[in-house]
């Protein structure tokens, strides 16, 4: 199998889910060892779900049937290029590589913009649309002691 074969399965993924009413027009597959292991497409309109983005779905398929929080090894194929959301969840998942077909400019054409969302992170919280205000540090810091004192943890 080769790439253009994997990127039409995902391509394949949008054009399903977008069929089925899930959600927009987006779909990805997850690829180890040349063998598909998760499938994703948008399903936010039918779970009212914000995050169930493909490539969160993909992701989270693909980890239940590896039984594993981790993608090592895994190639990611998505229909278009990921979102900031998206682009935060690969990073925790770490495949090895990801493919994308359609950019952020073809996304943006027909009304799929997230330029405003890359625009919000460097400014000041109290300056961004939807204002971040840090209250109660010092109760919220005790998970993160625990967290450091607990003998069982599972690191990742």
């Known amino acids: ?3 253009k074969h994997f990127m039409s399965e995902a391509v394949k993924a949008a054009l399903k889910g977008m069929q089925n009413n899930e959600g927009g027009p987006f779909g990805c597959i997850i690829v ?16 009212n779900d914000p995050t169930a983005h493909a490539e969160v779905t993909a992701i989270r398929d693909a980890c239940k049937n590896m039984s594993s929080f981790q993608l090592e090894g895994c190639i990611m194929y998505t229909s278009c290029e990921p979102c900031p959301m998206c682009l935060g969840a690969i ?16 996304a943006a054409d027909i009304g799929f913009d997230d330029e405003f969302i890359y625009k919000e992170i460097p400014l000041p919280y109290n300056k961004r649309s939807i204002p971040f205000e840090q209250i109660g540090r010092e109760i919220a810091l005790e998970p ?4 450091t004192e607990k003998q069982d943890k599972i690191a990742y």
């Not at 180890?32 to 779970?47: D, F, H, M, P, Q």
């Not at 993160?144 to 967290?147: R, T, V, Y």
């Open 1 to 3: 199998m080769n790439h």
């Open 91 to 106: 990073y925790w998942a770490r495949p090895e590589k990801v493919f994308y077909g359609s950019n952020q400019q073809d």
């Open 32 to 47: 180890k060892n040349g063998e598909i292991i998760g499938r994703g497409n948008n399903k936010v309109t039918s779970t």
């Open 144 to 147: 993160f002691q625990k967290w």
